[in-house]
């Protein structure tokens, strides 16, 4: 009986300590998430859709359609954004498509550096700064720095 049991307990601790292995290949749209353009130190951000898209914006709590250019910039108490004509405040902004899924568009450091990128953004602010990241897809990930890679060619 005792062998029975000890048997049973290590059976249960393998299982618990597989089970994170399971469930993380059970979500079929792993995805990878970076930061970009945290070396610019940005203050202002400029985001466009992609041509014939468009973005939505969940300000903290509510959100807004978009079919053209956004203006981000840090403010005193958190994100001020103009979109479409209009002034919001936010602590945080996350952009995706009309169904809450990746999006296509342009990010935008006024002056330094532009960007295209497939995915969902979100911005906040710290230290009076803009802290952007990027989620997209494992798979477009690896697609996209096997291209960049690559010889000229090759791909």
Do not use: W
């Not at 342009?106 to 952007?132: A, W, Y």
């Amino acid at each position: 009986m005792a062998n029975r049991i000890v048997l049973v307990r290590r059976l249960l601790f393998f299982l618990l300590c597989l089970a994170p292995c399971l469930l993380a290949q059970a979500n079929p749209r792993d995805s990878f998430r970076f930061s970009v353009f945290s070396l610019f130190k940005p203050t202002h951000l400029i985001i466009r859709p992609a041509k014939n898209q468009m973005l939505l914006l969940t300000l903290s709590k509510s959100s807004v359609v978009v079919e053209s250019e956004s203006d981000v910039r840090t403010g005193a108490d958190g994100l001020r954004i103009v979109a479409d004509g209009h002034d919001y405040s936010a602590v945080s902004l996350l952009v995706t498509s009309r169904d809450g899924g990746p999006t296509g568009f342009m990010l935008v450091v006024p002056g330094k550096i532009t960007r295209n990128f497939r995915g969902t953004l979100e911005i906040t602010q710290s230290r009076k700064r803009l802290r952007s990241s990027v989620s997209i897809e494992s798979e477009v990930a690896v697609a996209s720095a096997v291209k960049a890679e690559a010889p000229p060619g090759a791909v």
